[in-house]
Every structure is written in C-alpha cells, then in structure tokens.
C-alpha cells in the first residue's frame, strides 16, 4: 500500500449503526484526488479500475493472484470488486 513512497494513513472511524457513507464517499472522493488508495481491509467504494494507477506492482500483484489462486478459492464479492475477477 505504500510502496516506494513516504505516506502515512488517515483513518476514519465510525459505529456500525452510522450512516457512513455520507462522510465516507466525500473523504474518500478527497484521498483519491491526492493519490491516497484505501485501505484493502477497511470500508470504501473503489473498484478494480480505480485504485490500478496508485499501485506501481497493480499488474505484478495482479499476476500473483492468477498464479497463487488460479481456482479462485479465495475469491468472493468483495475480491472481484476491489481487485476484478481472477
């Protein structure tokens, strides 16, 4: 998540009977006009198209899932969202 950068993360937090997406979607709006990816294991809206250029190893990784699950065992909703189908 920060390869090859100096960063640091910002987390935003709330409880689960909030209407998040409220706060969520224009914080989320402003990290991204910064370059700032979410976080993988944490609420947020980005799909497979939008976080690619953030990430200079996207197609290393990418390459990875196809060779260490080629079944896609580990896939699920939330993987083929985030990451695009295997």
Same mark, same amino acid.
Not at 1 to 11: E, F, K, L, N, Q
């Given at each position: 998540? +920060? #390869?090859? &950068? $100096?960063? !640091?993360?910002?987390?935003i937090h709330?409880?689960?009977?909030? &209407? +998040? %997406?409220? +706060?969520?979607?224009?914080?989320? !709006?402003?990290?991204? /006009? @910064?370059? $700032?990816?979410? @976080?993988? $294991?944490?609420? *947020?809206?980005?799909?497979?198209? !939008?976080?690619?250029?953030? #990430?200079? %190893?996207? /197609?290393?990784?990418?390459?990875? &899932? &196809?060779?260490? /699950? ?7 909703? *939330? !993987? %083929?969202?985030?990451? $695009?189908?295997?």
């Open positions: 998540m +920060y #390869y090859g &950068r $100096g960063t !640091t993360s910002i987390a709330f409880e689960m009977r909030e &209407r +998040y %997406k409220n +706060y969520f979607v224009p914080i989320e !709006t402003i990290m991204m /006009d @910064h370059e $700032g990816p979410p @976080h993988w $294991g944490k609420m *947020h809206f980005q799909t497979s198209t !939008t976080p690619a250029p953030l #990430y200079p %190893k996207w /197609d290393e990784f990418q390459n990875a &899932r &196809r060779i260490l /699950d080629s079944q896609g065992i580990f896939e699920n909703e *939330h !993987t %083929k969202r985030v990451f $695009g189908p295997i």
